[in-house]
């Protein structure tokens, strides 16, 4: 059975930086794409950023590119997200998810995670 | 980027009832098409992909209709156990959008 866990969600001030981790078991990780999806409170689902399987091609939405990197440990079957220059509007609980396929054009997502929270407050 | 619009956002109904939650694009996606449920406090499910194709384990009161630009998700009888809120994806290319979501409830 495939297992999602995220961690590393925390209470951050504007301007900080933090990195979550999603730790994968149940599943052969390099041969998935994976993504990162968030849920502000009341909102809807926002795409992140993707990573394919070998973790040397990456996207990110417009709203997080500059300030977010993607990034894998295939050795250790887990993905990251390291979060920096956060913002008010970057609170959400942030969701690991696994594509149906390895290539940075996988974009159907297999299986998600519980997700971790990230408020960015004063 | 392609813009995703949902509706309802809510949605009341019976037990037994047949319901249906529609899903618009802004252009053209062909069935590059994913609907999600999500319970509350829990993570979201994959239910249909390429518009219609039912994941497995999904129960067949499930389906999906619809290319290009309007698609479908249907319970052709509404069960307690459907309680959720339901999101719909276009994997066509990127970025990748969702729907608002629409929240289904019971009457």
């Known amino acids: 059975e495939v297992q999602l866990v995220e961690s590393g969600g925390d209470l951050v001030q504007p301007g900080g930086s933090l990195r979550l981790s999603c730790a994968a078991s149940?599943?052969?990780?390099?041969?998935?794409?994976m993504l990162w999806v968030r849920q502000a409170p009341g909102k809807g689902l926002e795409w992140v950023s993707s990573?394919?399987?070998?973790?040397?091609?990456?996207y990110y939405a417009d709203s997080v590119k500059g300030r977010f990197t993607i990034s894998r440990d295939n050795s250790k079957n887990t993905l990251y997200l390291q979060m920096n220059s956060l913002r008010a509007e970057d609170t959400a609980i942030y969701h690991c998810?696994?594509?149906?396929?390895?290539?940075?054009?996988?974009?159907?997502?297999?299986?998600w995670g519980r997700g971790t929270l990230v408020t960015v407050s004063s | 980027d392609i813009q995703m619009t949902q509706s309802p956002s809510t949605l009341s109904a019976s037990v037994g009832d047949r319901v249906s939650i529609t899903c618009r694009a802004s252009q053209s996606i062909d069935n590059w098409l994913a609907w999600y449920q999500q319970k509350p406090g829990e993570a979201p499910k994959l239910l249909i992909q390429k518009a219609s194709t039912l994941e497995s384990g999904v129960p067949s009161r499930f389906s999906g209709s619809g290319s290009g630009t309007e698609f479908t998700l249907t319970i052709s009888s509404l069960q307690p156990d459907d309680i959720a809120t339901y999101h719909c994806?276009?994997?066509?290319?990127?970025?990748?959008?969702f729907g608002q979501g629409t929240r289904l409830e019971i009457k």
């Open positions: 994806q276009h994997y066509n290319n990127y970025p990748i959008t």
């Open positions: 149940g599943v052969t990780f390099h041969n998935y794409a």
């Open positions: 998810a696994k594509s149906d396929c390895g290539s940075i054009g996988c974009k159907l997502i297999a299986y």
């Open positions: 990573i394919n399987g070998g973790g040397d091609s990456t």
